[in-house]
């Protein structure tokens, strides 16, 4: 057990003699000026304050149907603890403890502010996606430091299909691909969402692991397929092109 003695400026003058870390580590995180056990207790209400300006900014004739989303359980932990201070709502995430009260409760709303999540996966998400702010704190770790805050409107897909399917892709979707073969899999996707444009039968990152699969059998033809599929369905993280590319080096294609 470490209990700070020191204030915190002080802490970190020895921390520049001794380390930061001062040779306690439990992880490969990068740190900035205090060991993370200390590091970690920085920049929680802080944040929250910052997602409260926002949130309190959205019109009062809007607020019912808003809400905080995020990709980050310990930043939903700090939402939760510090929303009756900040007359906030039970913040919707898909990590941690907070998963399974949002969907439990599946109470999914049409604007939110978030943080937490790539911009890529938030233009999936949502037609509207504006940068509110970059939440800063000099004590925090560094990769809950800068930290874009966004306004997010006007729901893309359907938000508790996309995390459900973040734990498990669509069944009958990975059915027909196994059985029937790509083109059916990608058709049956097509046919759904020309029935209900807010479907969601797969994540981004699901396609691309199924891409390597069939690339790494030797099914070059098949992964080029699903690795263009997986463009087609999410046009902006550069990783789907990164792997697109990847195949066709490996068909020799580099036209």
Known sequence: MQVPLLLVNKLIDYAKVMGIDAGVKHSNNTLNQLPQHFADRFGWEELVSDISEEYHAI??????????????????????YYKDKYKLPEPTSNTGWSYFETMR???FKDSYICIGFPKGTLR????????????????????DNNRPIFLCEGPKVN???????ERKIDPEFILILR???IRKAIGYYHKLKKINTKVVLFT???????????????LIEEAILLFNFNTE????PFNVYDSLGEAYMKAKNIN
């Open 204 to 218: 981004e990152n699901q396609i691309n692991a199924l891409g390597y699969e069939y690339l790494m059998n030797n």
């Open 59 to 80: 019109p009062d004739e809007n607020k019912s149907n808003s809400g905080i989303l995020t990709h980050s359980w310990g930043i939903a932990s700090a939402v939760h």
């Open 159 to 165: 938000i508790f299909q996309y995390f459900r399917v």
């Open 179 to 181: 059985n029937e073969g």
């Open 124 to 143: 999936y998400l949502s037609k509207s996606v504006v940068k509110k702010r970059i939440f800063t704190n000099p004590y925090c770790m560094p990769h």
């Open 105 to 107: 409760n599946a109470d």
């Open 233 to 236: 369905v999410f046009p902006e």
